[in-house]
């Protein structure tokens, strides 16, 4: 099923079809901001402010056109553990990681893996997994090896980090299930204002605990706060619960794969980050085993 095929009511088909695109090349600046506040601030104190941010920008929206609340406490407290998975343990691990030295396209490589996790899981919200999606999730592991082994004995490339990114990729792989499972149909905007007050309450005490709340306010801290903020967040995650909402959870994860290749792309660009052949062969295995995962299967022909 696609986005385009699972139209809902009032929604264009323009945007289903276009959605995808626009997510990707957003998603993918979300590694190469963390590279840049990397040096000036400490990770979680800028998600904390970061959270707080997109919070007091959500709220004046929904009450500015007053859009509805979720009618039962059960659905807060889904709403609620979707966004603690999809933002606060999701970007805490991948903004911790970048900041101890994991290259922006490798936490981008392991995190969007994503495809081949959510196709797996496909059990838990009714989908089964075929034989050629298990030799794709051996392909995809196989893949992120070659390219965690290659940067190991680089600085950052620590067990502790890389398993950071894998926590990242867990986590949101959970909270994507989760909310389509329990929680599909909520308001992007009075839901957003949950998640991040949930992501708050969860990450705050962390930075409390092993941050100072030290942040170099320059040019390069301020425009990466400012994208953080409006465009990653009132851009990208509104489109990844966008597409939750109107399409298959396999189908929307499987738009994760394009993201590592344009992020080593701008991060080639911007901090002339290099990969080696191994690295690069593993990003290719990586993309064919998630290529194999995600692709749909063929339908029968018809009989007579």
Same mark, same amino acid.
């Given at each position: 099923?696609?986005?385009?095929?699972?139209?809902?009511?009032?929604?264009?088909?323009?945007?289903?079809?276009?959605?995808?695109?626009?997510?990707?090349? %957003? @998603?993918?600046?979300? +590694?190469?901001?963390?590279?840049?506040?990397?040096? #000036?601030?400490?990770?979680?104190?800028?998600?904390?402010?970061? +959270?707080? *941010?997109?919070?007091?920008?959500?709220?004046? %929206?929904?009450?500015?056109?007053?859009?509805? @609340?979720?009618?039962?406490?059960?659905?807060?407290?889904?709403?609620?553990?979707? *966004?603690?998975?999809?933002?606060?343990? #999701?970007?805490?691990?991948? @903004?911790?990681?970048?900041?101890?030295?994991?290259?922006?396209?490798?936490?981008?490589? %392991?995190?969007?893996?994503?495809? $081949?996790?959510?196709?797996?899981?496909?059990?838990?919200?009714?989908?089964? $997994?075929?034989?050629?999606?298990?030799?794709?999730?051996?392909?995809?592991?196989?893949? $992120?090896?070659?390219v965690v082994s290659s940067k190991m004995s680089g600085v950052g490339m620590s067990l502790g980090v890389v398993l950071l990114a894998v926590l990242a990729l867990v986590a949101i792989t959970a909270g994507t299930l989760h909310q389509k499972r329990y929680c599909p149909r909520f308001d992007l905007r009075t839901g957003q204002v949950i998640q991040f007050v949930a992501s708050v309450a969860v990450t705050l005490p962390f930075a409390l605990a092993f941050e100072s709340?030290?942040?170099?306010?320059?040019?390069? $801290?301020?425009?990466?706060m400012l994208w953080s903020i409006v465009v990653l967040t009132g851009g990208g995650a509104s489109l990844l619960l966008f597409m939750i909402k109107h399409g298959a959870a396999t189908q929307v994860t499987s738009y994760m794969y394009l993201v590592p290749a344009i992020t080593a792309l701008m991060a080639w660009a911007m901090f002339g980050e290099t990969l080696a052949g191994s690295a690069l062969a593993g990003m290719v295995v990586t993309i064919a085993g998630v290529a194999l995962v995600v692709r749909p299967a063929r339908k029968p022909p018809p009989t007579e």
């Open positions: 099923m696609s986005l385009a095929s699972s139209n809902q009511a009032g929604v264009p088909a323009a945007l289903l079809l276009l959605a995808p695109a626009v997510f990707v090349l %957003i @998603w993918s600046t979300g +590694y190469v901001v963390a590279k840049v506040a990397a040096p #000036y601030a400490e990770p979680l104190s800028f998600l904390v402010l970061r +959270y707080c *941010g997109v919070l007091l920008l959500m709220l004046a %929206i929904a009450l500015a056109v007053r859009a509805p @609340w979720p009618a039962s406490r059960r659905e807060v407290v889904h709403i609620a553990i979707a *966004g603690v998975g999809i933002q606060a343990i #999701y970007l805490g691990g991948v @903004w911790v990681a970048v900041k101890h030295g994991m290259p922006a396209g490798v936490a981008a490589l %392991i995190v969007n893996l994503q495809p $081949v996790l959510t196709a797996v899981a496909g059990p838990l919200i009714g989908e089964r $997994v075929t034989s050629r999606q298990w030799l794709g999730l051996a392909l995809g592991f196989a893949g $992120v090896v070659l709340f030290q942040i170099e306010w320059n040019a390069a $801290v301020v425009a990466a």
